[in-house]
């Protein structure tokens, strides 16, 4: 028992600080981001590496690195400090919500982000959000560590006990030169360039699965970061991509790129809302706006 009562007097304030090195990338920028000397730091890492028996970060160059204890600890130490906050705002009785860290493919950013967070500052002014954007898998990682409370993503992906929320549909548009001839078939594609995002993105799986059961291989693959690049890249006759039709509609290439049906099986893409607590009231306030967006569609999972 007295065991348990030690282990349970961990320091909040020592797990604030191992956050904050992870999170900003080195004992200098953490020790400026908590207004802290870096000596003060460093032995709050020391210690807490000390209360544990492990190493929490090993040195890479100049840089840190998690060990793998480390990364286990990161995982309790964000949810922890994260139901503090939120009992501490429960008992005060406090109108404020702690920011909403939400996670979100490019292409929602882009095109179906806006409105959903307009009606949702409306709905609760006082309900700052913290945006990060990534691939689907990148993002379900974040989710499961605890490092975002919730992300909308594309399917394929695998649930791993979250909970999921079907949103809206996206239609899935092939995309080339605007000289390149039509495309009825994935060998059309045969030797060419795939520009996509990179390993990690639903739509780049949807599109490597659908020329990989011809046999098609590309000449290569160009990564980018974002939608305008990939649509620059494939009107310049770069190569061929998959693009939402939702965020070509954004975009002011439409007259140099061509546009191609994909087959009835993977042209329309489910995309989810995947979060891991039910509780947090940023999150119920998140779910409440939904329903003026979602496209009918059941919540299921994937």
């Not at 179906?112 to 898998?137: C, D, F, N």
């Not at 891991?276 to 329903?291: G, H, T």
Request: charge should be positive; hydrophobic fraction near 40%; proline fraction near 4%.
């Amino acid at each position: 028992m007295n065991k348990i009562l030690k282990m349970r007097r961990m320091d909040l304030n020592s797990l604030d600080v191992f956050c904050a090195v992870v999170n900003e990338g080195g004992i200098v920028r953490a020790a400026e981001k908590l207004n802290r000397v870096q000596s003060n730091v460093t032995t709050r890492i020391k210690q807490l590496e000390q209360r544990l028996g492990v190493s929490l970060f090993r040195r890479r160059g100049r840089s840190l690195e998690l060990t793998p204890q480390g990364a286990d600890l990161l995982v309790h130490a964000e949810r922890l400090l994260r139901l503090a906050d939120e009992a501490e705002l429960s008992v005060r009785g406090s109108n404020s919500l702690r920011p909403l860290r939400l996670g979100s493919m490019e292409s929602t950013a882009a095109s179906r982000l806006p409105k959903i967070l307009a009606a949702l500052h409306r709905s609760k002014p006082s309900l700052k959000v913290e945006l990060q954007t990534g691939t689907t898998a990148q993002l379900i990682q974040r989710v499961q560590d605890y490092r975002l409370d919730a992300a909308f993503v594309g399917e394929p992906f695998e649930r791993n006990g979250l909970n999921v929320r079907s949103v809206f549909r996206e239609e899935l548009i092939l995309v080339t030169s605007a000289d390149h001839p039509p495309v009825t078939q994935s060998s059309d594609l045969h030797g060419q360039t795939l520009i996509t995002f990179g390993k990690g993105c639903s739509y780049r799986t949807i599109i490597e699965n659908w020329i990989s059961e011809a046999v098609v291989k590309p000449s290569r693959i160009s990564e980018f970061s974002s939608y305008h690049a990939i649509a620059a890249c494939v009107a310049a006759n770069g190569g061929y991509g998959i693009i939402p039709a939702s965020v070509l509609e954004t975009l002011s290439l439409n007259s140099a790129i061509r546009k191609h049906k994909l087959p009835d099986g993977i042209t329309m893409n489910r995309t989810y809302l995947v979060w891991n607590d039910e509780y947090l009231p940023s999150i119920s306030a998140l779910l409440d706006q939904l329903p003026l967006f979602e496209a009918g569609m059941p919540s299921t999972g994937a």
